[in-house]
């Protein structure tokens, strides 16, 4: 499956992903700004082109925190998510980045798990950080 930068075309379908990922979804708008300058998404594509896994990250300075990663409920546990963070991280250097951050359910230890073989530490918590439902996140860090 190929991985892809995030482009306005595949949005919409990004969106969906999100909806049946989260308590709390990113809409469509939400994601342009992926687009933007401080900003950038990889996708991985079904044979049609269309998104089934994303990840996104913010960049400030030399840092880049990962804004979320979701991988369509029919396409999970297939190396996905496995295969857009080793590219992240790989495309993370070539832009100079230093560190990626993220914040993480303390319950969601399938994520966890997932940053943590890539090399990702817990370095925090962040009391009440989530809503719906109401949870702690951990703060992981990695260097890159
Ligand atoms: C977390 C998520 C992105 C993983 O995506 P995925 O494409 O299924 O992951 P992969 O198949 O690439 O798995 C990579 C690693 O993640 C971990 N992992 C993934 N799913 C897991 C599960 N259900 N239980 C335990 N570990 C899991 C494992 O370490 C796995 O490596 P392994 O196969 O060598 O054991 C996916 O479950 C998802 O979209 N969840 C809902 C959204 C979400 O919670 N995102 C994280 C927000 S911080």
Known sequence: MSVVTVGREHLHAIAAIE???????????????LL???????????????????IGVLTVLDEGQITNVAT????????LADKLL????????????????????ESNTAA??????????VVGKRNYFYSNPREHALVMLCSL
């Open 36 to 54: 933007g300058d401080t900003a950038f998404g990889l996708a991985c594509l079904d044979e049609e082109g269309v998104p089934v896994a994303y």
């Open 72 to 79: 369509h409920p029919d396409f999970r546990r297939c190396g």
């Open 112 to 121: 966890i798990a997932l940053y943590q073989k890539h090399g990702f530490a």
């Open 19 to 33: 909806a049946l990922s989260f308590g709390e979804p990113w809409s469509e708008q939400a994601l342009e700004l």
């Open 86 to 105: 080793t590219a992240l991280m790989e495309q993370a250097r070539k832009k100079g980045l230093w560190t990626l951050t993220l914040e993480v359910r």
